[in-house]
Nanobody, 117 residues
Framework: QVALVESGGGSVQAGGSLRLSCAASRSILSINDMGWYRQAPGKQRELVATIRAGGSTNYADSVKGRFTISRDNAKITVYLQMNSLKPEDTAVYYC???????????WGQGTQVTVSS
């Protein structure tokens, strides 16, 4: 069984930065895409950023220009660099990895990000 272990969440003031990491506990074959969702209290889960197997990326409009997604294929790790954080970025952030053999994806346990004004 594959586990995704997240780290890097925490509390920061508006304008600050955080870097989230998500590492798989073992190799995953035929990865299609990796990325991050977030869910704020009382809101639906939203897709924040995706990085595909070929390296192309997509971002939610709300984070474009502030967040950067990257990956380390050798370590099967995906990162989310978050700059210029705003209070509305406060949420639990979940990473995922989707593969050909597991289209529903593997999911991290979630990490809290809190941005104070």
């Amino acid at each position: 069984q594959v586990a995704l272990v997240e780290s890097g969440g925490g509390s920061v003031q508006a304008g600050g930065s955080l870097r989230l990491s998500c590492a798989a506990s073992r190799s995953i074959l035929s990865i299609n895409d990796m990325g991050w969702y977030r869910q704020a209290p009382g809101k639906q889960r939203e897709l924040v950023a995706t990085i595909r197997a070929g390296g192309s990326t997509n971002y939610a409009d709300s984070v474009k220009g502030r967040f950067t997604i990257s990956r380390d294929n050798a370590k099967i790790t995906v990162y989310l660099q978050m700059n210029s954080l705003k209070p509305e970025d406060t949420a639990v952030y979940y990473c995922y990895v989707r593969s050909f053999y597991r289209p529903s994806g593997y999911w991290g346990q979630g990490t809290q990000v809190t941005v104070s004004s």
